[in-house]
């Protein structure tokens, strides 16, 4: 026995003194001399920590802040959840039909490479013998779920109105985002605007685009939830006849409602208005709490329609870096938490994460969450809380393999598809990556054979190019 334990011991100094060389010589790659870097590596059988440097230090994560929105997700929700959205009538106006959300973000998403437009059909097919008869029919669409701030206040203005930080609903139609096409044949001109798909009335927009001859789309929509005016800003290739980049819809809710409605009338079902919560959620803000009661009442149900199951979203959320879907997981973790919807979702959200993590004795003192998605600059962590994390999830989490699905798989697929692609270990790590400016971060599990580790990345504030950040940290894992 005494054998064996000296053995062991033996490897461990081993593996350490060949581990120390390359993660000094990571930490001193000209690239980062002004950045502040945090690596930990944890083995999955031991618990040990093998390989660290500024372990504890609070970095920004960028998007593998994901890997706790997802992981949390899947503990309280279980993987076969689904998002509901039912449609009914209101017992106090049968005239009115309600669309229920339940703050699905699938409804109409192209992640999943469908027919966006199949779902209306399917909802107006299923309503038109119901409502046949019914004079003055009122869509009320019920999309207060989640309150209506929709975006976290850490957002930067350069984010808002993109698609990439669409807000988060009570419902959800298109993944919140429309795109804007372009004519830029006249390359001396400002880009002139040809249309939105889809369709989005009232929007306008103040154009200040310009063209480049680089090929790269550099342009930006600028704009608030809620607010029908946009601003355009940066460069877009010239040269082209059908350019399109994408936005976020300004109220989700009214979109669902004018769609569902042109449905239902190519169906013979008159729609004669459509409403969305929204005014009567703002009246009832001040209200006392014994006045806060809703102006309609669920009668009966006409259809029930069903999301895919929470394991597709959360491949989704880690392997695409879906930020939208990010969102929404947040704030149904935190509504999950407080159903009363004049609390903040989001604000309930966090709170979930940081009390159910703290109880599995995964300290959170280091995270610093403000979003799901790590959209906002203000997101910090340190790699030892993600390597608790990690540890939890492949150990004692009765949905481990799950968690380990719904991760991306170096050299194959979605963020890592040209991660660590020609070296030993392409195939063999799982891990979710995270980039915003000056911010390359890489968190997940590297599995072959019996070496198995937690392993988290965390570069802030580099100089030089991405990719020889990237290179670098590639060659310190194939170091492990």
Not at 67 to 82: C, I, N, S, W, Y
Not at 118 to 125: E, I, K, N, R, Y
Request: with cysteine; glycine share 8%; aromatic share 12%.
């Amino acid at each position: 026995m005494k054998r064996i334990l000296s053995l062991i011991f033996a490897f461990s100094i081993l593996f350490v003194g060949y581990s120390q060389p390359a993660l000094q010589q990571f930490i001193q790659n000209p690239a980062l001399k002004h950045a502040s870097v945090g690596v930990c590596v944890k083995d999955l059988s031991t618990g040990k920590t093998i390989v660290s440097h500024n372990e504890d230090k609070s970095l920004t994560t960028a998007s593998i802040m994901k890997l706790v929105t997802t992981a949390t997700a899947l503990e309280l929700l279980g993987p076969d959840f689904r998002y509901e959205t039912t449609l009914a009538l209101d017992a106090k106006a049968p005239s009115t039909l309600l669309v229920l959300g339940s703050g699905d973000p699938t409804l109409g998403t192209l992640a999943f490479k469908e027919n966006p437009y199949t779902f209306l059909m399917d909802w107006a097919q299923k309503l038109q013998a119901p409502l046949a008869g019914i004079n003055n029919l009122k869509l009320y669409v019920v999309d207060n779920l989640f309150g209506y701030n929709g975006v976290s206040n850490e957002w930067t203005w350069i984010d808002m109105g993109n698609y990439y930080a669409a807000g988060a609903y009570g419902v959800s139609v298109f993944d919140n985002s429309y795109r804007l096409f372009f004519d830029t044949t006249d390359r001396t001109g400002i880009p002139r605007i040809l249309r939105t798909e889809p369709e989005i009335k009232g929007l306008t927009f103040t154009n200040y685009l310009q063209q480049n001859t680089t090929g790269r789309d550099n342009g930006y929509i600028y704009g608030a939830p809620f607010s029908y005016e946009r601003i355009l800003r940066g460069d877009i290739p010239a040269g082209r006849s059908d350019f399109s980049i994408k936005g976020d819809i300004p109220d989700p809710g009214l979109m669902l409602g004018e769609m569902l409605a042109a449905e239902l009338n190519k169906k013979g079902v008159r729609v004669t208005a459509i409403e969305t919560a929204q005014l009567d959620y703002i009246s009832g803000i001040n209200r006392s709490s014994s006045a806060k009661n809703q102006n309609y009442r669920v009668g009966q149900k006409l259809y029930v329609h069903q999301s895919r199951p929470l394991s597709d979203i959360l491949r989704e959320v880690n392997v695409e870096s879906n930020n939208h879907y990010a969102e929404h997981l947040i704030r149904t973790i935190g509504r999950k938490e407080n159903p009363d919807i004049y609390s903040d979702a989001l604000d309930e959200g966090v709170k979930y994460v940081n009390k159910y993590w703290a109880q599995q004795n995964v300290s959170t003192s280091s995270l610093f969450l403000h979003d799901g998605s790590g959209l906002a600059p203000q997101d910090a962590a340190s790699p030892d809380f993600f390597c608790g994390l990690l540890f939890y999830m492949y150990n004692q989490s009765k949905y481990s393999k799950e968690f380990l699905a719904s991760l991306p798989t170096a050299g194959r697929d979605g963020t890592l598809r040209n991660f660590m692609s020609n070296t030993k270990y392409s195939g063999k790590i799982f891990a979710k990556s995270g980039s915003i400016g000056g911010v390359q971060c890489f968190a997940g599990y590297l599995i072959d054979g019996n070496k198995k580790y937690a392993f988290s990345i965390m570069v802030n504030k580099f100089i030089g190019s991405r990719s020889a950040v990237r290179k670098s940290i590639e060659s310190f894992i194939e170091s492990l």
